[in-house]
């Protein structure tokens, strides 16, 4: 087992070569991945060194987020709860804060369904320069009143270096839009900070540009990274995004990270959002984020694909039980269905 004095030499041994050490903890083992470095670089640096069972060369264009360099799935914690455990995690709320009564009567019926996350726009990137742009820091400040109040954990949209800021000083995580996800200085940014990072699939990026957007962040040192798949432009226009589920197992086979998908944004309708956040659950998605409004039809922001507090109490109630149904052990259900059948046959 490796000691903190030996994980100390490695970063040391990597420092000296002129490179930049990274440690990723875990269940059973402490990965150290190595970035900065233009080509190989010879194992034999660190298969001598006290503590290390193996030096693991990363040919991938992404190292840190590999399951190369962390085998076991990443748990990030996020105030005082946690997305990527056995949990499915709900993070709902209005598209943006409008006022404070819109604010708190969304936040207590999230409370009220077990959620533990709370998003709400204080910024908002719009299409049109002349649509409501959000309320800045006052909306930040409402926020952190409704944490107080109600225990739930802040999850808000950063534009900008200030924004980022922001975020950082008012709220538990820093959401990276779609249109920002290449955006890498804003990454490289939030990289710098200690809040986890939540960031969503852009317009129309692959799964590759995702992961590498990812590995942006945490080339800089901040190794808590939610992806989002939130639907990307098709051809179809039925909808106003296409969600592609299908990138939910291919992040879970390639990456540690946890991934999360919304299927307000994915679809723009709000008959299609529980249908789709059903089949996310279904799929084995860590988490689901929701836009909730207690009055849609007059919200500045997205109305026609928020949910009403009634709909979406609802939404939790299937995929809860949904998630419940596919987390369970095949070999325990395997084990219910032999029992059954063995009570049914006659000998």
Known sequence: TAQ????????????????RGHTLPGENRTAIG???????IDPAHFENLPGVAD?????????????????????IKVGNATIGGPELAIIAGPCAIENHKQLFTTAETIAESGAKFFRGGAYKPRTSPYAFQGLGEEGLKMMVEVRDQFGLNIVTEAMDEHGVDAVEKY?????????NMQNFSLLRYAGKTRKPVLLKRGLSATLDELLLAAEYI???????VILCERGIRTFSNHARNTIDLSIIPAVHRMTHLPIIVDPSHGTGHNYMVTPLARAGAAVGADGLIIEVHPCPEEALCDGAQALTPGQYLELVRQVQKIHDAVSEPVSNKNETEEKAMAESVPF
């Open 4 to 19: 903190a004095s030996d994980i100390e030499k490695v970063l040391q041994v990597i420092e000296t070569l002129g490179f």
């Open 34 to 40: 190595v970035t900065g470095n233009r080509g190989s």
């Open 55 to 75: 030096a693991i060369r990363v040919t991938k264009p992404y190292k840190l987020i590999s399951k190369d360099a962390r085998p076991e799935k990443s748990i």
């Open 171 to 179: 709220g538990d995580c820093i959401q990276i839009g779609a249109r």
């Open 218 to 224: 945490m080339a800089e040192g901040n190794y808590d």
